[in-house]
C-alpha cells in the first residue's frame, strides 16, 4: 500500500483533485534528504565539530522542530534507499508535494528559512519521487481538518 503524505492546507475540493490525479501521475516531495551522518552531526555537534542552532537528540525531536516551524505532523518521513547503499536508512523532510516537480502549494520564505535553520544548511530542497507513498483517502483528511478547526 505504501506510507501516507500529508495533503497540502487546501480547500476540501483541491484535497479531493489531488487525490484523483495521484492515481495516475508520479508524486513527488520537495525537500531535504538526511543521511546518518548528517543526522548525527545536528544530534551531536560537539563531535561533528559544527556549529548548530538547534541540538536535536532524536528523530522524534527532530519531526516537533520540523511542525513548529509550520511544517505537517507527517514532513519526517523514512525515505527508502537502494540496496547497494552502505545506510540503514535516509530521511526526507518534506516541505510539499507535488506533480510533475510542480509544488501543489508554494512554501513560504520564512517556513523555507527556519527549516533551513533547524538543519543547519544553506542549500536549496531538492525534488524527490515518492515511489511507494500516496496520499490518503480525502475524505479522512477533510474529516480531520474539520474536527481540529
Known amino acids: 500500500m505504501g506510507q501516507n503524505l500529508a495533503y497540502p492546507e487546501v480547500s476540501p475540493a483541491r484535497i479531493r483533485e489531488i487525490y484523483q490525479q495521484s492515481q495516475s501521475n508520479t508524486i513527488y516531495a520537495y525537500g531535504f534528504l538526511l543521511n546518518s551522518s548528517r543526522l548525527f552531526a545536528l544530534s551531536y555537534p560537539e563531535l561533528?565539530?559544527?556549529?548548530?542552532?538547534?541540538?536535536?537528540?532524536?528523530?522524534?525531536?527532530?519531526g516537533t522542530l520540523l511542525c513548529a516551524a509550520g511544517l505537517s505532523v507527517m514532513a519526517l518521513i523514512i525515505y527508502p534507499i537502494p540496496e547497494s547503499e552502505q545506510e540503514d536508512?535516509?530521511?526526507?523532510?518534506?516541505?510539499?508535494?507535488?506533480?510533475?516537480?510542480?509544488?501543489?502549494?508554494?512554501?513560504?520564505?520564512?517556513?523555507?528559512?527556519?527549516?533551513?535553520?533547524?538543519?543547519?544548511?544553506?542549500?536549496?530542497?531538492?525534488?524527490?519521487?515518492?515511489e511507494g507513498f500516496r496520499y490518503p483517502l480525502p475524505q479522512l483528511t477533510i474529516k480531520n481538518r474539520k474536527l481540529l478547526g
Open 48 to 62: 561533528s565539530g559544527k556549529t548548530v542552532a538547534y541540538n536535536v537528540k532524536s528523530p522524534g525531536e527532530l
Open 89 to 130: 536508512e535516509r530521511w526526507l523532510v518534506v516541505l510539499e508535494t507535488g506533480f510533475d516537480k510542480k509544488l501543489h502549494c508554494p512554501v513560504p520564505d520564512e517556513v523555507l528559512s527556519r527549516v533551513q535553520a533547524i538543519l543547519n544548511t544553506t542549500q536549496s530542497p531538492s525534488w524527490w519521487r515518492m
